[in-house]
């Protein structure tokens, strides 16, 4: 009987909360219908992945060149030359394999609901951020909103809403996958991690690192359940469309062949010093993300996040939304308000003041990210060397 009570009671507080989720998701599709879907028409990088899905529902190979040149036709409005390659959907198969129910929507409708989706996403992500940072609990609710606002209305944000990209998705994948791991949910943190593949350039190093830090500490069950969710992806997407490996390593081969921006300009001295300073920084978030005191992981997480941007290939601004994981970062582990406010005003401006979608802008930006990062570095070093030395910091007793 209390059980029973216990359930309606739940219910009724659950409830509440989803019909207004979905109130908010409609509201959202049908703002971005009407303000932007009607006058772009097919302009959206939502796009190749719903023509790509639609044509493998129809049997066809998403990676071929007709479907290519389909994604090119309705993007931009043109053909190109016959002969010429045209790189199409360039995502793992699994990727499309995820979003099924949208590709039998029209697609007016499927990219407004997407778009909606998005802004429904990004607030349950920096909820997620919020609780994470402050240690297993919720911020005040006007913290709440403000960091939300702040998150929805920075440019790199906007630009990937806008666009009715993917980035907000992997954003709440990412930390969905660290709130499994600190809530002890290996099973759930090894699936997540699988699920983040379906975008293997942006979570190549979160899987590389989360898997390294697994095995550290023992905790098998997420390599278990990272192991089951990519064969559960893989035998999927497989028995969808057959091998499909082939078609998206041609597809892939372009952009997989662009250097990181700092990488491909600049002599040999300066790329063999941002390799080494990078290596350094990876293994100085690696120790920190091991230790027990929260603000030492906080600074491994933002480590590793600006490692990530900084060596991702030649990107787009949209990819730059996950340097809202190392600006909040900084912002909890900063004590004085001044500095705070500072801190969040500098990023929140930088993007905006240099209209950064152009590759000029972006490679500044990034340039940036890497200074931020290397300092930070050097202040973790520092605090894990006085960690180890705590005499060295003590004066002696006064005589």
């Not at 278990?224 to 499909?244: D, P, R």
């Not at 500044?364 to 202040?379: A, K, M, P, R, S």
Request: glycine share 10%; hydrophobic share 55%; aromatic share 16%.
């Amino acid at each position: 009987m209390l059980n029973s009570k216990g359930t309606i009671l739940a219910w009724q507080k659950t409830l509440p909360a989803i019909l207004l989720v979905l109130l908010a998701w409609l509201v959202f599709s049908f703002g971005f219908y009407r303000a932007l879907v009607v006058p772009r028409e097919y302009r959206f990088d939502f796009s190749y992945r719903w023509i790509a899905g639609r044509a493998a529902l129809d049997g066809q190979d998403p990676y071929s060149q007709q479907v290519s040149r389909a994604i090119y036709r309705a993007m931009f409005g043109e053909d190109r030359p016959a002969g010429e390659y045209v790189q199409g959907f360039s995502n793992p198969a699994h990727h499309l394999l995820l979003f099924i129910p949208l590709y039998y929507l029209p697609y007016p409708v499927a990219v407004s609901l997407w778009a909606g989706l998005q802004l429904v996403f990004l607030f349950a992500a920096v909820s997620i951020g919020a609780y994470l940072l402050s240690g297993g609990q919720f911020p005040a609710l006007k913290t709440l909103v403000w960091l939300m606002l702040y998150s929805t209305w920075y440019r790199h944000t906007m630009v990937g809403l806008t666009f009715a990209q993917f980035i907000v998705f992997q954003l709440l994948l990412t930390l969905l996958v660290l709130l499994a791991a600190v809530r002890g949910r290996d099973w759930w943190c090894g699936l997540g991690l699988a699920l983040t593949t379906n975008h293997p350039a942006l979570s190549f190093v979160m899987v590389i690192v989360a898997l390294g830090l697994a095995l550290f500490a023992w905790r098998w069950k997420i390599v278990a359940g990272f192991g089951l969710g990519m064969a559960g992806l893989m035998a999927g997407s497989v028995l969808w469309l057959g091998w499909w490996v082939p078609g998206f390593l041609e597809s892939t081969g372009q952009y997989a062949s662009r250097a990181p921006w700092l990488l491909a300009d600049g002599g040999l001295c300066l790329r063999i010093v941002v390799v080494i300073t990078s290596i350094i920084i990876a293994g100085l978030a690696f120790v920190a993300l091991r230790q027990p005191d929260l603000e030492m992981r906080r600074d491994g997480a933002a480590l590793m996040t600006g490692v990530g941007l900084c060596l991702l290939p030649q990107t787009n601004s949209y990819n730059l939304t996950f340097l809202l994981i190392l600006i909040l970062i900084g912002w909890a582990n900063l004590k004085n308000r001044w500095l705070r406010l500072a801190w969040l005003a500098g990023w929140w401006l930088l993007p905006w003041l240099n209209f950064g979608t152009a590759e000029l802008t972006l490679e500044v930006n990034l340039w940036i990210v890497y200074v931020v990062t290397l300092v930070w570095g050097g202040g973790l070093a520092f605090k894990l060397w006085r960690n180890a030395h705590p005499a060295a910091g003590s004066q002696p007793a006064a005589g």
